[in-house]
């Protein structure tokens, strides 16, 4: 299974497993990808996305090594700041099977899974916290 997996915050294994009972992440090969999301609207007009990407490149190094644990080989790397273009590039290199989209509570109500279903057409899980 190639698995893509797009998290604005750390997502552990057991969360994955429980999203998608019917596939192993042992073995699995997993892209963590984490948008670079400005915590501010001061932040993003300044155009200091250096603390974004800071934080998007660890959220997804720490999702992807709580993958590697259970098994799966998994891989790391922050994304442009907008969920679905970072999902969109991501795609456009990586030829995934699944999706698994973690949207926390905080998020606009725009739900970044279905508008990714109707755009790129692969199976996309979505994990809300």
């Known amino acids: 299974m190639k698995l893509l997996v797009l998290a604005t915050e ?9 999203a998608l009972p019917d596939d192993d992440l042992e073995g699995a090969e997993v892209l963590v990808v984490s948008p670079a999301v400005n915590e501010s609207a001061v932040a993003f007009w300044m155009s200091d996305s250096d603390e974004a990407i800071d934080e998007a490149e660890s959220t997804a190094h720490r999702t992807a090594a709580a993958l590697r644990e259970r098994g799966a080989r998994a891989r790391a790397t922050a994304g442009e700041s907008e969920p679905l273009l970072a999902l969109q590039d991501a795609l456009a290199t990586y030829d995934a099977d699944r999706v698994v989209v973690v949207q926390s509570g905080g998020e606009d109500d725009t739900d970044v899974a ?5 755009r790129f ?6 994990i809300r916290r």
């Open 121 to 126: 057409g692969v199976p996309v899980t979505t």
């Open 114 to 118: 279905a508008e990714a279903r109707e």
């Open 10 to 18: 750390p997502v552990d294994a057991d969360a994955l497993r429980e």
